[in-house]
């Protein structure tokens, strides 16, 4: 990454990856202009399962393992985390709300006060707020505006979408993190960070299905217009494909995820289509010669299952009445993206434009860290420079001048 230590401003920050079977955690230094990475780490996420807690003690021992050894390679110590949730955690609802415009135009302190009262009524209802994103506003009875800041009328109306987690998943989460000598200021929906990191511009605007397919649950999001429109998950992934193989072949889990990783595809030549896949009992030590299965038998065995994934989503968004209409893209991410072939299968499927999405931000990736099963930690980087950027009372229009001035002093000098 671009080094950021010539900036006045920047801040270090540690985000973790806490909605995969493994605990992915990245340190990194952000400032306007630039991010460098510090330090990260990947463990496996014992006492984690589809991103919410299942046994405390393995839980602890793993987000101090990850964090530890992030610090490690960073070489300094970190006290608060940034922690992205599964999206089998999170619920989505949308919420009205209106604001008597005071001063005689809507000023930030006016928007303020209905996100406050949207969060007010999640804190009503025992849910803890994620996300509230602004999905259109209205001034008395107008049509819809896009930015209100600065209008005049007597009351403001705005819809936002929230994205929202239970107190007692959150309450789990934070205690085992405190156990670790760490504290949790910020929570991410991990779909939306992965957006953030591998969606280009264009696709937020034309309705881009973003497909995240992890190793117990499949999370997705619809983007349309430059706004997350709708998100949520189903129980498939990665494990069932596992399973299935571990099931038909008649062997245990370890050896079938291994064989999964090791002939991970479902393009094959006629000649790699007879081949046989020979492999060895990990408990015996000793070479399977009997009922050995060929490349095109696992082939068949693995795309099955993701046609069920990719057949049961589609399914879960006609029942949310979404149109297929909306959607001009797909993007698939998460580990079992990098099955050879699945975005072919995915274009068959779904008659759209598909494409693997590699992480594009932040800038500079290091080419180690560059794939897709690490798309929602370096989103959440990316989604913290951006707050950062925020905090800091930058628009991308003065931020530019900033740096233009930064540049005039050192031409000048």
């Known amino acids: 990454m671009v080094a950021s230590n010539i900036y006045k401003n920047r801040q270090v920050v540690c985000c973790v990856d806490f909605s995969s079977s493994k605990l992915i955690c990245i340190i990194a230094n952000i400032g306007i202009d630039a991010i460098e990475i510090l330090g990260y780490s990947h463990t496996e996420a014992k006492g984690i399962s589809a991103g919410a807690i299942s046994d405390v003690k393995l839980a602890q021992k793993s987000i101090a393992n990850s964090v530890a050894e992030a610090e490690k390679m ?10 992205s949730l599964n999206e089998s955690q999170l619920k989505s609802s949308y ?3 209106s604001e008597k415009i005071q001063k005689g135009a809507v000023q930030n302190e006016t928007i303020s006060n209905l996100v406050s009262k949207v ?26 505006i896009a930015n209100p800041r600065y209008m005049s009328g007597e009351k403001l109306f705005a819809k936002f979408h929230l994205i929202t987690a239970s107190q007692t998943t959150i309450l789990n989460i934070e205690n085992c993190f405190k156990k670790s000598k760490l504290s949790v200021p910020k929570y991410v929906s991990s779909i939306f960070a992965s957006s ?39 129980a498939l992934g990665g494990l069932n494909i596992t399973k299935d193989i571990s099931s038909i072949l008649g062997i245990n889990l370890a050896i079938a995820e291994k064989i999964k990783i090791l002939n991970n595809t479902i393009i094959l030549s006629p000649i790699e289509e007879q081949e046989v896949i020979k492999y060895r009992n990990l408990e015996m030590l000793q070479e ?4 050995l299965p060929t490349r095109l038998e696992l082939s068949a065995i693995i795309q099955a299952r993701l046609e069920e994934i990719f057949e049961t989503l589609s399914n879960h968004l006609k029942s949310a009445k979404i149109s297929f209409e909306m959607i001009s893209n797909i993007v698939l991410i998460g580990g079992v993206s990098q099955t050879l072939g699945i975005d072919k299968l995915a274009k068959q499927i779904y008659q759209k434009n598909t494409r693997i999405g590699y992480p594009i931000k932040p800038n500079n990736i290091p080419a180690e860290f560059n794939n897709t099963t690490n798309t929602t930690a370096l989103g959440m980087i990316t989604f913290m420079q951006n707050e950062f950027i925020k905090n800091q009372g930058l628009t991308p229009e003065n931020n530019e001048n900033w740096l233009k001035k930064i540049l005039n002093k050192f031409i000048k000098e």
């Open 74 to 83: 960073a070489g300094i110590n970190i006290e608060n985390v940034i922690v």
């Open 119 to 144: 969060r007010n009524y999640c804190f009503k209802h025992n849910k803890e707020p994620i996300h509230i994103m602004p999905m259109q506003y209205r001034i008395d009875d107008s049509n819809i």
């Open 196 to 234: 953030v990191a591998c969606l280009k511009e264009n696709e937020l605007k034309i309705g881009t299905l973003l497909i995240d397919i992890g190793s117990e649950s499949t999370s997705f999001c619809l983007f349309y217009d430059d706004k997350l429109c709708y998100r949520s998950s189903i």
């Open 95 to 97: 919420q009205n709300a």
């Open 288 to 291: 399977i010669t009997n009922k």
